[in-house]
């Protein structure tokens, strides 16, 4: 298993900025995700993040919107740019530690006014 | 492309009564399975998986899964709930421990 810590857990900000969200894991794994849970929503894949490549994004999520940064192998960022209310969501990262199972953090709940 | 279908978006019981919560999913190759919770206002946390071998899981709380390749299903059970089983549950699945596609949830609300 892993144990991941997400940084803020919530925030609220004003249209127009940009929040930059820290994903630490306690170990090195190779693969990283982040993803968006709109409220009432399942979870959507935005993009995949792993260390010494550029992130690969799903259809819908552009990096100038969601830019990822990922500079070793327990820590990564996802930065929400630009932000319009449309963008309060929960933002989770995750990891596959091996074995083919992913473990989630704990998440970020933005709210942008 | 894969997809997951959960078939009830709510699904309302009583305290000890057994629960079914229906997932059934398509894709073209072999797929892991797995069902998440999410309690109110926290992340998602791991009840069971399916990765190969016995097509019937075990997962934490009492939960089990079983996987039917045939009928593309992978359907969760528990002989009697708990009020402490309510929160939203997600089936999701995977090729080969890549990105996960998730179903859209299905609410559970156990009534005393």
């Known amino acids: 298993s892993a144990v991941i810590s997400q940084k803020p857990s919530r925030d609220i900000c004003q249209r127009g900025t940009s929040l930059t969200i820290q994903c630490q894991v306690d170990s090195q794994v190779t693969m990283m995700f982040w993803y968006r849970q709109q409220p009432g929503q399942s979870l959507t894949l935005i993009a995949t993040?792993?260390?010494?490549?550029?992130?690969?994004?799903e259809s819908g999520f552009v990096i100038d919107k969601f830019p990822i940064s990922r500079p070793n192998l327990t820590f990564s960022t996802l930065t929400v740019s630009n932000m319009s209310p449309e963008d309060s969501s929960i933002y989770l990262c995750s990891v596959v530690p091996g074995g083919g199972t992913q473990y989630f953090g704990p998440g970020t709940r933005l709210l942008v006014l | 492309a894969q997809s997951v279908t959960q078939l009830d978006s709510q699904v309302p019981v009583f305290e000890e009564a057994p629960v079914e919560l229906r997932c059934n999913y398509s894709?073209?190759?072999?797929?892991?399975l797995f069902w998440y919770v999410q309690y109110p206002n926290q992340g998602l946390q791991l009840l069971l998986k399916y990765l190969s071998g016995s097509t019937l899981v075990k997962g934490i709380n009492g939960f089990e899964a079983e996987f039917n390749k045939s009928q593309t299903s992978f359907h969760l059970r528990k002989p009697s709930v708990h009020i402490s089983d309510t929160a939203e549950y997600f089936c999701?699945?995977?090729?080969?421990?890549?990105?996960?596609?998730f179903g859209q949830g299905t609410e559970l609300s156990v009534k005393p």
């Open positions: 999701a699945v995977s090729e080969e421990g890549g990105k996960l596609i």
């Open positions: 993040a792993n260390q010494g490549s550029e992130a690969t994004y």
């Open positions: 894709s073209s190759v072999s797929v892991y």
